[in-house]
C-alpha cells in the first residue's frame, strides 16, 4: 500500500479516535537494500524500514524486522539474524507500502492523517509555537483506549496547548493522561521541555514535568476563581486511571489541594508498592507535599499551622519551584486569619511570587501579585495597592 503525501504547510484537527497512546520505540534498521517481500514504512525523517506489518491501531503501527546480531543493517538471506518488534507512533510515518496491499488494513488512510497532524503539532511545540500547534488539534484531544507512544505525543501536545492558553482544566486532564503513559513506559522526549516566547523575542526552556516528581511546575493546584476550581476538579474526578492504584491516589490528592474542603487521602507508608525505593521516596514526598498544600489553606486553624510547618520543614527536600507553591498556600492561609499582623505576614509570602519566581510561574505569580494588593485594599490601605499590582475584581482562590 501506498500513501504518497509528504507533510508540508499546517494541517487541520487530530480526529477524537486517533490521539491517544502507543509504544514508544526508536527505529534502529538502516535504509539499504529491502529484503525480499518486505513491507515498507517510511519515516519523516527521510529513513525507510522494512519488515513485516503485523498490527495496526489508532496508536502504533507494529512491524516485525530481521536485523543482524549487531543491529546496524537489514539482515542478508544467508546470515542468521534476529528478530525485533518495533511499534512505531502514526506521527513519525510518512508512507507504507505492503507487499500484499492494504486490504486488511482498513483505517490506515485513517491512522495516518491523524497522525500527520499530530506531526504538525509536535513540531509547532519543539519550536516554541503553541498557537499553531494549538490550531493543529483544534481542542479535540481525548485519551485514547490504545495506549503507545502516539498517544504519549498527543497528551504532551495537548498539556503544553493547554498551558499556554492557561486552561488549567485542560490541563489538568491532559497532565495525568501524559503521567499514566509515562509510568506505563510511554513517553515523548522531544516535548519534555515548553519553549515560552521570552519579551525580548528568545525563548526560555521550563521543563514540563518535574524530574523529581510527578507535578508539572507550570501546573499548580489552584484556582483563579470558583468556576476554574469547579472545571479542574471536574476533570480530576471523571479522570480514569485505568487501574493504576498509585496514580489514584495522586490524584485524590491533587484533587483536595485543588479544593481544601475535601479530604485528602491517607497513604500508605509501605516500602512494598510496585516501586524501588528512591521511587518510593519520591511518591511519598509528593504526595506529603500536596497534604500541606492543603492544609495550609483549610478552613480549620489548627490544620493551617500544621500545613505551614509542614510546608517549612519540606522546602530544602523539594525542587525549587515548590517553594512558590508552598509560600502562595501559606499567603492564602494567611489571610483566612484575618488579623492585621496575618494580613501583612500573608502579602510578605504572596510577594515572593512577583519578586523570585515571575519567571517560573508566570501563571502563579500574578494571581499572588493580585492577591496581595486586594489584601491591601480589604485592610484599608488602599493607596499602596496599585504599588503592587493593577487590583483585580476579588476572587477567592482556595
Not at 70 to 82: C, K, L
Amino acid at each position: 500500500m501506498s500513501v504518497p503525501k509528504r507533510p508540508r504547510g499546517a494541517g487541520g484537527a487530530v480526529p477524537r479516535a486517533v490521539i491517544g497512546v502507543v509504544a514508544a520505540a526508536f527505529v534502529h534498521g538502516a535504509t539499504a537494500s529491502a529484503p525480499a517481500r518486505a513491507d515498507a514504512v517510511m519515516l519523516r525523517s527521510g529513513e525507510t524500514i522494512f519488515g513485516t506489518v503485523e498490527a495496526m491501531d489508532s496508536g502504533s503501527l507494529a512491524l516485525r524486522r530481521a536485523v543482524d546480531r549487531n543491529a546496524v543493517r537489514p539482515a542478508a538471506s544467508d546470515v542468521p539474524a534476529a528478530q525485533v518488534a518495533d511499534r512505531i507512533g502514526w506521527d513519525r510515518i510518512a508512507s507504507i507500502e505492503c507487499e500484499d496491499g492494504t486490504g486488511r488494513w482498513p483505517d490506515v488512510e485513517r491512522f495516518l492523517a491523524a497522525g500527520e497532524r499530530l506531526w504538525r503539532a509536535r513540531t509547532r511545540l519543539e519550536r516554541g509555537d503553541a498557537t499553531l500547534a494549538g490550531r493543529a488539534i483544534e481542542g479535540s484531544w481525548t485519551p485514547m483506549t490504545a495506549d503507545g507512544p502516539t498517544a504519549a505525543v498527543a497528551a504532551m501536545v495537548e498539556l503544553q496547548v493547554a498551558l499556554a492558553s492557561r486552561d488549567q482544566a485542560r490541563a489538568v486532564a491532559a497532565h495525568f493522561e501524559a503521567l499514566r503513559l509515562r509510568r506505563r513506559g510511554f513517553d515523548a522526549p522531544s516535548l519534555v521541555e515548553w519553549l515560552e516566547p521570552a519579551p525580548n523575542g528568545a525563548f526560555v526552556r521550563r521543563p514540563v514535568v518535574d524530574s523529581s516528581t510527578p507535578l508539572c511546575p507550570l501546573l499548580p493546584p489552584f484556582a483563579r476563581s470558583d468556576e476554574q476550581r469547579i472545571e479542574m476538579l471536574a476533570a480530576l474526578d471523571h479522570f480514569d486511571v485505568r487501574g493504576d492504584a498509585e496514580l489514584d491516589e495522586l490524584r485524590l490528592a491533587f484533587a483536595a489541594a485543588v479544593d481544601p474542603t475535601r479530604a485528602a487521602p491517607e497513604a500508605p507508608r509501605s516500602a512494598a508498592r510496585g516501586a524501588d525505593r528512591g521511587e518510593e521516596q519520591d511518591s511519598q514526598r509528593t504526595l506529603d507535599f500536596l497534604r500541606a498544600l492543603r492544609e495550609a489553606r483549610s478552613a480549620d486553624p489548627a490544620e493551617r499551622r500544621r500545613g505551614a510547618d509542614a510546608i517549612a520543614q519540606m522546602r530544602r527536600r523539594l525542587p525549587e519551584w515548590s517553594e512558590a507553591w508552598g509560600r502562595f498556600a501559606v499567603g492564602c492561609g494567611l489571610l483566612l486569619d484575618a488579623t492585621p499582623e496575618s494580613v501583612v505576614d500573608a502579602q510578605l509570602e504572596l510577594l515572593h511570587l512577583p519578586a523570585r519566581f515571575s519567571e517560573s510561574q508566570p501563571f502563579l505569580a500574578p494571581l499572588a501579585a493580585s492577591m496581595a494588593a486586594q489584601a491591601s485594599v480589604a485592610d484599608g490601605r488602599v493607596d499602596e495597592a496599585p504599588r503592587i499590582a493593577p487590583v483585580q475584581p476579588p476572587t477567592e482562590p482556595r
